[in-house]
Each structure stands twice: as C-alpha cells, then as structure tokens.
C-alpha cells in the first residue's frame, strides 16, 4: 500500500532524490546515524576497492614528488594503505572522511584518519587522491570541493582524482551502459542531480575552481 505513492511522489518530483523521500535526509547522514549502515557502507568500499585499486596502481604511477598524501573521502583508508605500499616515498598519509566513518576506520601504519566535511575543508597535503567522490554531488557541491581542494593544496600541488568518464555520445557498450546505469542508482540515492560526467564537463568544473591544467590517464580498459 505505502510503497507505490512514496514511488510516484519521487517521480512527480524530479529535484528530491527517492532515498530522502523515504528516509527524510540525505544517505551519507542517514549512514552516519546507523552504525551497522556505517560499517556495511566500508566494508562495500573496501570489498570494490582493494581489487579495483591493484588494477590502478599497475598503470598509474604518477605519485613520484609526493610526501604527504590526502585522500578525501578515503572510507576506512584502503585506498591509501595500497598507495603507500606501493610508493614508500610517500611517508604521511592522511585518510579523511567524515567522523562516523574515520571513528571506526582500523589503524593502519604510516596514516593518520581525520574527521571533517569536504564542504567545509581539507586538510593540507602536498597532493590529493579522491576516488568515487565526485560523482555524487551536484555541479555547485561538485565545485565547492574541488574549491577546497585547491585551498588545500601548495602552489603545483596535485589532484588525482580517479572516476569514471562518460563519452561524448552514448553508444550501445557495455560501458556506457553501466555508467548510465550508475547515473540512476546515484540519482536514486544520493542526488538528484548527481551524475557521471564528460571530459569537458570535467575540465570546466576543474577549470572554475582554478585547477587550469587537466589531463587524463586511462587505466581500467572495459
Ligand atoms: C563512494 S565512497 C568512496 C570511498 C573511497 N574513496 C573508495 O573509493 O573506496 C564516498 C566516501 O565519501 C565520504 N563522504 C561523503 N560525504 C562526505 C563529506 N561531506 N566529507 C567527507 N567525506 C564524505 C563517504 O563517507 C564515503 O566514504
């Protein structure tokens, strides 16, 4: 009975994401409040994560220069602790999250775990890796933290931000395909107006937020 209207509403009204109808806020706050939403939301991260990163890391090896490393949004730091194994010249990570995440984020050597919000700052780092972030956020939230990002940053810091890239024109791939399917999951649950983006959607976004020089690595073939 419940279960149809709360659907329509969604619809009939593009700008709410269906997750707030239902739950009445937004999922990474909802996550923050449930423990064991919090913990199955890592264990999620780190199960795609580990697997997928060993595949980044045979191809990107672009970390040479850098000392400190921050990574936003870094969930329970898997990302990070990979990175730093593999680049031992790296010799302080900083795994920042939000505190509900970091609280439970298992200690791991050589990185700190930090509280925060994105939309508000970053800590410093000589450079950043973000991964799966992005995607989430409208354009103007999606700016925001690339702002903070730069504030973040010294002058010829670095962003690496790894995130799927959506074609010009969309074909009948099994890739883009998965990738506008992501765009209905990420519409679903975390913002309407949330989504996969271009190449020069990207270059724009970084470019407003005084990143001026973008360039792309390929690293997954699929
Ligand atoms: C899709 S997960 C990606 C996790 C990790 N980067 C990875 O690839 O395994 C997005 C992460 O962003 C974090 N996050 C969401 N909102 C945030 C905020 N306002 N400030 C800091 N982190 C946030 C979430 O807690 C979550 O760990």
Redesign the pocket.
Known sequence: MSAWPLVHEAVLDPTIEPFVKVHGEPA?SY?GKMPEMNGL??KA??G??VP?MTSVLDSYNRFKGVKQLV?????AG??LRMILQKHRFIYEGIN???PE?VGEAPSILGVTHIG????KSIPAADAIF????LT?WTDDEYKLIMENCYKALPAGGKLIA?KPVLLDDSNESQRTRALLEGDIFVMTIYRAKGKHRTEQEFKQLGFSAGFLHLRLYRVLDY
């Open positions: 990474y996550y939301m890592r991260m780190s795609v994560s997928f990574d936003v949004g870094g969930s898997d990302c920042f999250d939000v995440v925060g919000d994105t939309f973000m991964k799966w972030v989430t790894c």
